[in-house]
Nanobody, 123 residues
Framework: QVQLVESGGDLVQPGGSLRLSCAAS????????MGWYRQAPGKQRELVAS???????NYADAVEGRFTVSRDNAENTVYLQMNNLKPEDTAVYYC?????????????????WGQGTQVTVSS
């Protein structure tokens, strides 16, 4: 069984910083693209940032210059460093990844979501 587990969400004041982590576990032999999404109350889930297996990144306009996505392939982990946080960044943050893994001797691929971690930006 494979899964993604996020951590790092918290309550922070405007202008503060947080670092989210998402670790993939299971019989994984490689990970393709990884990304962070967020969903605020009453809104649709939106892409925040993504990082390809080769390291190229993509950001939503709303977070460009404030957030940085990175990955540690040896640890099967993706990070989201969030600086200069604003109240409008308040949301549940989810990680997403394409996982290549073994089931017995058989190779499988699937796109997985983490359970979400709450980020609240408020004074």
């Amino acid at each position: 069984q494979v899964q993604l587990v996020e951590s790092g969400g918290d309550l922070v004041q405007p202008g503060g910083s947080l670092r989210l982590s998402c670790a993939a576990s299971g019989s994984i032999f490689s990970i393709s693209a990884m990304g962070w999404y967020r969903q605020a109350p009453g809104k649709q889930r939106e892409l925040v940032a993504s990082i390809a297996s080769g390291g190229s990144t993509n950001y939503a306009d709303a977070v460009e210059g404030r957030f940085t996505v990175s990955r540690d392939n040896a640890e099967n982990t993706v990070y989201l460093q969030m600086n200069n946080l604003k109240p409008e960044d308040t949301a549940v943050y989810y990680c997403n990844a394409g996982l290549n893994f073994f089931v017995g001797r058989e190779r499988k691929f699937g796109v997985y979501w983490g359970q979400g971690t709450q980020v609240t930006v408020s004074s």
